[in-house]
T-cell receptor
Framework: GQNIDQPTEMTATEGAIVQINCTYQ??????LFWYQQHAGEAPTFLSYNVLDGLEEKGRFSSFLSRSKGYSYLLLKELQMKDSASYLC??????????FGKGTTLSVSS | GAVVSQHPSWVICKSGTSVKIECRSL??????MFWYRQFPKQSLMLMAT?????????EQGVEKDKFLINHASLTLSTLTVTSAHPEDSSFYICSARDTGVGETQYFGPGTRLLVL
């Protein structure tokens, strides 16, 4: 079957670094997406990893290990506006993305 | 990045009426669009995959006669909630797949439906 796991909730303080993990077991794999979703809004694209390794994009970085079925999203210099849900999604060719249930991150001052 | 719009952003309707939601890809062509539903504090639930020029593919448990999907062009898909009932009240989000690198899905801003 298809299974994507990520923690339900995480908390952190402003200025800190937080790592949100995602493990997956899917029948196919073309790549892995991370999306950010603020309460009451639609998801916005953050990153896409196809190859193993770390992709850095400003304060956000995403890592992938295909052999381990594992990814993480790293958020540095946390800001209050980073409080949101972070969705991990597996891309399989020709199909809809398979989403995890999301990790709700709360950033406090 | 690519832009996807949805209209309307908010709709309130009486029970028994039909509501049409439009999803447009503004700066790219999308042969495939997706429709999701999200209830408060729950994850996105895929309802159907909309393919331009062909019938939509519905997920298990989603009634195709209740949720009519039309994808008449490479930039427009519509979802019609027929004979809406209060339990259909939800946040409906579309996404469009860019056929470029990674086939990234870009989401529209969502439509909040409240059925009274």
């Amino acid at each position: 079957g298809q299974n994507i796991d990520q923690p339900t909730e995480m908390t952190a303080t402003e200025g800190a670094i937080v790592q949100i993990n995602c493990t997956y077991q899917t029948s196919g794999f073309n790549g892995l997406f991370w999306y950010q979703q603020h309460a009451g809004e639609a998801p916005t694209f953050l990153s896409y990893n196809v190859l193993d390794g770390l992709e850095e994009k400003g304060r956000f970085s995403s890592f992938l290990s295909r052999s381990k079925g594992y990814s993480y999203l790293l958020l540095k210099e946390l800001q209050m506006k980073d409080s949101a849900s972070y969705l991990c999604a597996v891309h399989q060719a020709g199909t809809a993305l398979i989403f995890g249930k999301g990790t709700t991150l709360s950033v406090s001052s | 990045g690519a832009v996807v719009s949805q209209h309307p952003s908010w709709v309130i309707c009486k029970s028994g009426t039909s509501v049409k939601i439009e999803c447009r890809s503004l700066d790219f062509q999308a042969t495939t669009m997706f429709w999701y539903r999200q209830f408060p504090k729950q994850s996105l639930m895929l309802m159907a995959t909309s393919n331009e020029g062909s019938k939509a593919t519905y997920e298990q448990g989603v009634e195709k006669d209740k949720f009519l999907i039309n994808h008449a062009s490479l930039t427009l898909s519509t979802l019609t909630v027929t004979s809406a009932h209060p339990e259909d009240s939800s946040f409906y989000i579309c996404s469009a797949r860019d056929t470029g690198v990674g086939e990234t899905q870009y989401f529209g801003p969502g439509t909040r439906l409240l059925v009274l």
